[in-house]
């Protein structure tokens, strides 16, 4: 499996059995972009779906809302997070992929969401578990760590939006708070199932 960070929010994962999108946008949809004739395209809302419409070829097949889902022998769940503001309708979608024998885990908001162990229960195990933040480093860090104690995933890949460096601040931070030593950033991150360990990696993936 190769996972690649598009544009922004935009994470690309190739893997043996299709394309799985997650959260791209108009600008990073084309007939390329879609090659694969196994696509899976993941919006966080129905909204940022119909923006994207025009962009998807008829071949791509389109997810967006909380349920449970299996395209292309890859099963998917989605489930609706309210958010910790104080609009309590406010929420957030947050979606698992599971693919050569690996569970992705896809977050966005993360400084304001809080998963119940109802929903930790129902995806289970999870191998990658990828990390949106648009939020100040510390704030990050902090949720970030919270997210891994009730989580447990082998591979964390974290994403900053808006950043264009090759290490972000919040990735600094994070590693030197586990005790981690920094690696270079890549542009893709290629896991196997083989390749995963019982320790915790982080990876320092950059924009391509």
Request: glycine share 4%; with cysteine; aromatic share 4%.
């Amino acid at each position: 499996m190769k996972i690649s960070w598009i544009n922004d929010a935009g994470i690309r994962a190739e893997t043996s059995q299709g394309l799985i999108l997650f959260n791209h946008d108009e600008s990073t949809l084309n007939e390329s972009s879609q090659k694969d004739e196994n696509t899976i395209a993941i919006f966080l809302d129905e909204n940022l779906k119909k923006d994207a419409e025009k962009k998807l070829l008829e071949t791509t097949v389109s997810i967006f809302e909380p349920g449970e889902y299996e395209v292309n022998n890859i099963p998917i769940q989605g489930h609706a997070i309210r958010l910790n503001t104080e609009n309590l309708d406010e929420s957030v979608n947050i979606y698992s992929v599971y693919s050569e024998g690996m569970t992705i885990c896809y977050l966005n908001e993360i400084s304001k969401i809080t998963i119940p162990a109802n929903i930790t229960e129902s995806i289970g195990k999870i191998d990658i578990l990828i990390c949106l933040s648009d939020d100040s480093s510390d704030k990050s860090v902090e949720s970030i760590n919270s997210l891994l104690s009730s989580l447990d995933p082998k591979i964390l890949i974290i994403v900053e939006k808006g950043s264009n460096q090759d290490t972000s601040e919040i990735y600094q931070k994070l590693i030197k708070g586990l005790g981690h030593s920094p690696e270079d950033s890549v542009i893709n991150a290629n896991i196997t199932k083989s390749s995963i360990s019982d320790t915790l990696k982080v990876v320092n993936l950059r924009k391509s």
